[in-house]
């Protein structure tokens, strides 16, 4: 196998037998990307000063010293995660020369890493399919007419042409998981309060998470490891102290009992993933597992409860983005109101205006009530829901996605069907429990997502599971004709 | 027609605290531009607030000093507004939930309602200049509370009282240093007059950010006389915010109240709930210092002091202090705070000092007042000798001494004096033999007088009971 789609555990070895130096290894992804991402369109920055670093990680291996598993490993970043010395864009125009004075938290704990690029995004994390970003569109690499999903299209496209060994995104309603299936990798969104969110572009803060998208399951249990934690900077974060996510992988689904939430498996879902899923399901079940067939009653609100609580908190959360201090400022105004309006008029996208109105739309006075209220009453619903369920089941197993991926432009007109692609992700976000998906097979060519949910901060048995399905699925022959 | 003033007040007074309300930036004042500023407290992309545990110790303090109920469950909210020194365009603050809440405050004998106290964030300061808005963000992120009264006040001398009363309990409860010139403490009127039966009121209009308690008084006076005058021509005031405008000494209009914006406040998602424990609250209550009323009722009771001394001996928390400190060892409270108001007191008033400013120990002030007590100078040499104590910082006995005023302690001279004294005062002998030994105290007052106080009174005291047992 090329070097590239090695997986983590294979180069950490090499690395550590002085089989591979890491410069070669940095080489190696560099080069890479300079061969292909041209016509994949996955990186907005690519950081060159990685090379210096992987030399410093191999005067440590030439000293004798003990590296870590993780250590010297390149990886990416969506381009909404801060880092020092290197834009963060968020696929804006807005913060097209914006760089952070500061590193996010998971950056600082990845700092032994090697950090190669950052990758594209829908403008703010706003989108289902990376075509909102104000620079480029990010091409699924299994198919260069479709989109590789979003909005960490970019993130989810590198890992799976090996142009990374992992990569971190941010999922707020979906947002890692929809683009992992579609590009068929391993993407997890954590329990909120898992990871730390400082640095992260906030979208809408109470859904954000930062997680992993990786090639295997091994490999993003090893990358939560690192990048999980309480942190004094984020006090949405919680302490539970340090676990090691790659211990428990092999235990199996003996026992485990499984639910199949009735509402994830409606009309609106292609027919040839549902099958996908209930084959996986039923492999699972001769592992060992009790399935269990299981309702959520209030899961056909979430739609309405994530769009109304997502823009909301996004109409705020952006509205710091003025111009004043620092991003996009066109210098022509003649007063303070048209400063602003021409900034915004200027600087942002469609989407992410469209967001912002619907959100300050639904937080007016006369609306609150109707709106923005209600849906935080929804969500404490929802939320009854998965504490119910997870006290008979240990996990869920739904689709990630209720289609194949689709082809650049095709749902762009339809807003209605764009947000529809995170139909079965969003009701993680609103709820804030771990979900992760994984590639179950193909259908055309084109992977399939499953997506695997487990109570709070039940990470370990979602892997535990995820690893199951990976194993019964057997290795993926990664597309190399790119 | 007889009116009467309806006045309410919001309070924003400054948090005392070392860092700033999100973030561990310093909130000192005067720092250079836009020094004291992280990514946290100017609100750059991906930051996130963690709250500052002393902010709510000090609210609540202030919530108990104000004899508000603290709620057990609070959160912050955002205030949204677009404005070049609010760096996020919001404000985290409290709106649903406010920390404490339905307290009052007693001036005299009437209590004013505090309908609730807040927390927030302060923004950052746009100066203006003739080119350009200049902005800085030192203050951005420093910790506030507001104090929103009823509209209970009901002249500008009560509001005044009201006013001095709250800035006395926030510097007793130590919170916040109340320097109003310093933006420390700042205040908003709201101001409205309504005819004794109510069936005639004019409407409420606000004056913002008065920033001294003298022009809170003489905007509300302007205010009144223009309602009344706005009234008594059949019109009505608009509901409009407005400012103090200093140089006039008259309230300009800024915006009309129906232009108010929707603020759009909406629960910070980005901070916890705040849940405050029973045990904090006891732990706070029980950490109080003696508050202002608490400490003038002791006061009456436990030195006997007519009201105007109790007033000024009370005025700040440095004042009762020195006073306790002092009749801890001269056991005149009377006399001592007598002496406090007539030369102390006016000192400080006439030299603009604070008292922990003095110059001299207090051990020689009380030394200063021992010599007084027990007759070695009089009065009027303490006040002299004060004055220079004042200005020199020495200690009495030293200046004394500089000053020639030295104590006549040769026994020779003294023995002189005190027969010329009893030469003039032969009743005095006759009644020490039958027996009043009182007469004692009244003749080495005579000695000390003769002296003008520069005899030592041990040793007078000593020679006439010679004399006397010789006679």
């Known amino acids: ?168 995104g941010s999922d707020t309603g979906g947002s890692i998981r929809q683009p992992a299936a579609f590009c068929g990798v391993v993407g997890l969104k954590p329990t909120y309060g898992l990871v730390s969110r400082f640095g992260l572009v906030a979208y809408g803060s109470s859904l954000d998470t930062i997680g992993p998208i990786t090639r295997n399951v091994y490999d993003c249990a090893l990358v939560l490891n690192h990048i999980s934690g309480y942190d004094t900077k984020d006090s949405t974060s919680v302490n539970r102290g340090k676990k090691d996510y790659t211990k428990g992988l092999k235990n199996g689904v003996c026992g485990l009992k499984i639910g199949i939430p009735k509402e994830y498996f409606h009309d609106g879902i292609d027919n040839r993933i549902k099958e996908k899923i209930i084959e996986v399901v039923k492999e699972l079940e001769k592992k060992g597992a009790i399935i269990i067939d299981v309702n959520l009653p209030h899961t056909k609100y979430g739609f309405f409860t994530y769009y109304n609580i997502a823009t909301a908190e996004c109409s705020l959360n952006l509205s710091r983005f003025d111009g004043i201090r620092y991003g996009y400022c066109k210098n022509e105004y003649d007063n303070l109101n048209e400063l602003y309006s021409h900034n915004r008029t200027l600087g942002f996208g469609k989407q992410v205006k469209k967001n912002i109105i619907l959100g300050t739309n639904s937080l007016i006075k006369t609306n609150y009530e109707k709106y923005y209220e209600k849906g935080a009453k929804v969500r404490t619903l929802i939320i009854k829901d998965f504490k119910e369920v997870f006290k008979k089941v240990d996990l869920l197993i739904t689709p990630t996605t209720p289609t194949l991926p689709f082809g650049i432009g095709e749902k762009i007109k339809d807003p209605i069907k764009m947000y529809k692609s995170d139909i079965l992700t969003i009701n993680a976000n609103i709820s804030g429990i771990p979900a992760l998906s994984i590639p179950c097979g193909f259908i055309e060519n084109m992977p399939v997502g499953v997506q695997i949910m487990g109570g709070y901060f039940n990470e370990e048995e979602v892997l535990t599971c995820a690893y199951e399905v990976e194993r019964m699925r057997g290795e993926i022959t990664w597309n190399t004709s790119l | ?195 004794k039966d109510k069936t005639i009121r004019s409407n409420i209009v606000e004056i913002k950010n008065l920033n001294s308690f003298k022009a809170v008084k003489k905007a509300i006076e302007y205010e009144e006389s223009r309602h009344r005058f706005l009234l008594r021509e059949n019109k009505n005031t608009i509901r409009e915010t407005r400012r103090w405008d200093e140089n006039k000494k008259i309230t300009v209009a800024m915006r009309k109240k129906e232009e108010a914006q929707d603020y759009r406040y909406f629960p910070e998602p980005d901070l916890l709930k705040i849940f405050v424990e029973e045990s904090f609250i006891e732990e706070i209550r029980k950490g109080l210092p003696e508050l202002p009323n608490e400490k003038r009722n002791r006061f009456i009771l436990q030195y006997e002091l007519p009201e105007y001394h109790i007033n000024i001996m009370t005025k700040s928390k440095e004042m009762s202090n020195y006073f306790e400190e002092v009749v801890r060892t001269v056991k005149n409270p009377k006399m001592v705070s007598n002496f406090i108001i007539s030369v102390l007191y006016k000192r400080l008033k006439d030299d603009r000092m604070d008292i922990e400013d003095l110059k001299y120990k207090i051990d020689d002030f009380v030394k200063l007042l021992e010599l007084v007590v027990n007759g070695y100078i009089s009065n009027n040499m303490a006040k002299k000798l004060y004055n220079i104590m004042h200005e020199t910082g020495e200690n009495p006995e030293i200046i004394m001494k500089e000053k020639g005023i030295i104590q006549l302690s040769n026994e020779k001279d003294i023995v002189k004096i005190v027969k010329e004294v009893l030469e003039e005062n032969l009743k005095s002998i006759k009644d020490y033999k039958n027996g009043k030994k009182k007469v004692i105290g009244f003749l080495v007052g005579a000695v000390m007088k003769k002296t003008k106080g520069s005899a030592n009174p041990q040793t007078v005291n000593e020679i006439i009971l010679d004399i006397l047992r010789k006679k």
């Open chain 1, 1 to 168: 196998m090329e070097l590239y789609y090695k997986n983590i555990y294979e180069i950490h070895n090499m690395l550590r037998r002085k089989e591979l130096s890491c410069e070669e290894l940095t080489c190696t992804i560099l080069n890479r990307i300079n061969n292909i991402d041209e016509k994949l369109g996955a990186y907005l920055t690519i950081v060159k000063e990685s090379l210096s670093e992987a030399k410093a990680v191999d005067r440590k291996i030439g000293n004798g010293d003990y590296i870590e598993p993780l250590e010297g490993i390149p990886y990416s970043l969506k381009d909404n995660i801060s880092t020092r010395k290197i834009k963060t864009t968020c696929g804006s125009k807005m913060l097209e020369n914006y760089i952070s004075p500061y590193d996010a938290t998971v950056v600082e704990r990845l700092k032994k890493n090697i950090l190669v690029g950052k990758t594209n995004l829908d403008e703010f994390g706003m989108g289902s399919s990376t075509e909102n970003s104000a620079y480029k569109i990010t091409k699924n690499p299994w198919d260069l007419t479709k989109v590789p999903g979003g909005s960490s299209g970019g993130s989810a496209a590198a890992v799976a042409s090996g142009l990374c060994f992992f990569s971190l």
């Open chain 2, 1 to 195: 027609m007889e009116y009467i003033t309806v006045v309410g007040l919001e309070i924003h007074a400054e948090l005392k605290t070392k860092s700033k309300i999100f973030c561990s930036c310093s909130t000192g004042f005067g720092e250079e531009e836009n020094s004291q500023c992280c990514p946290i407290c100017l609100g750059l992309p991906g930051t996130l607030p963690s709250l500052n545990k002393k902010v709510i110790e000090y609210a609540i303090r202030a919530g108990i000093g104000l004899n508000c109920e603290i709620a057990r469950k609070s959160f912050m909210d955002r205030k949204n507004y677009f404005y070049p020194d609010l760096n996020k365009a919001y404000q985290i603050s409290q709106y649903d939930k406010p920390l404490c809440e339905n307290g009052h405050i007693q001036i005299n004998d009437k209590r004013i309602g505090i309908k609730r106290i807040h927390i927030e964030e302060d923004a950052g300061k746009t100066i203006y200049t003739n080119e350009a808005r200049l902005l800085n963000y030192n203050r951005s992120g420093v910790p506030l509370i507001e104090i929103v009264t009823e509209p209970d006040l009901s002249s500008s001398i009560e509001t005044s009282e009201c006013l001095e009363e709250l800035k006395e309990i926030l510097i007793y409860l130590d919170i916040c240093d109340c320097k109003m010139e310093e933006g420390s403490l700042r205040c908003d009127v709201n101001i409205n007059i309504e005819s």
